[in-house]
T-cell receptor, first 112, second 115 residues
């Protein structure tokens, strides 16, 4: 929505750079993690997910890393493009759809 | 497939008015959800449904009601609008029957202002 992101942390990168967006999660019992991308005026869009029995998972130009020891999740975007500009947020699930907890998000700005 | 469709996209209400936010999905998903998104906050679950005829409260249900008469439709009702309900509302659906594997498909949102 248009009002999302007024007070969000922002990561500014140049086109072609690699971007790393971080997320700290709260529940050590969470066993499933998701990254979403939200463009202005649109709903969140699924990017990539990872289960707690994995440390790393790769998609097309994106990689998610999970560090359970420090409860940290990161999203790496390779060769960032202007079309990657959006708000990115993570979600964790400790069991059951009603247990899905969303983070507040990070705004990624990509300059040509 | 159109996916998840929400209407309206924008709405301004006066305090005390009522309205229904419409949501429909054409993916034959059993699970449907309503979230609200406030500035600087994560998505908060209002209500959810695991199938036609079954609904349950989420984290922030007060001031809202839902119904699920068909698999496709999951309208959200605001009976007495209050300024605290100013937010962006997202409807979502999912197909997974797993307890933890939840890929949600979201609509484009309804931006609601209560003045």
């Amino acid at each position: 929505g248009e009002s999302v992101g007024l007070h969000l942390p922002t990561l500014s990168v140049q086109e072609g750079d690699n971007s790393i967006i971080n997320c700290a999660y709260s529940n050590s019992a969470s066993d499933y993690f998701i990254w979403y991308k939200q463009e202005s005026g649109k709903g969140p869009q699924f990017i990539i997910d990872i289960r707690s029995n994995m440390d790393k998972r790769q998609g097309q130009r994106v990689t998610v890393l999970l560090n359970k020891t420090v409860k940290h999740l990161s999203l790496q975007i390779a060769a960032t493009q202007p079309g990657d500009s959006a708000v990115y947020f993570c979600a964790e699930n400790s069991g059951g759809f009603q247990k899905l907890v969303f983070g507040t998000g990070t705004r990624l700005l990509v300059s040509p | 497939n159109a996916g998840v469709t929400q209407t309206p996209k924008f709405r301004i209400l006066k305090i005390g008015q009522s309205m229904t936010l419409q949501c429909t999905q054409d993916m034959n998903h059993n699970y449907m959800y309503w979230y609200r998104q406030d500035p600087g906050m994560g998505l908060k679950l209002i209500y959810y449904s695991v199938g036609a005829g079954i609904t349950d409260k989420g984290e922030v249900p007060n001031g809202y009601n839902v119904s699920r008469s068909t698999t496709e439709d999951f309208p959200l009702r605001l009976e007495l609008a209050a300024p605290s309900q100013t937010s962006v509302y997202f409807c979502a659906s999912s197909y997974s029957v797993s307890q933890s594997d939840e890929k949600l498909f979201f609509g484009s949102g309804t931006q609601l202002s209560v003045l």
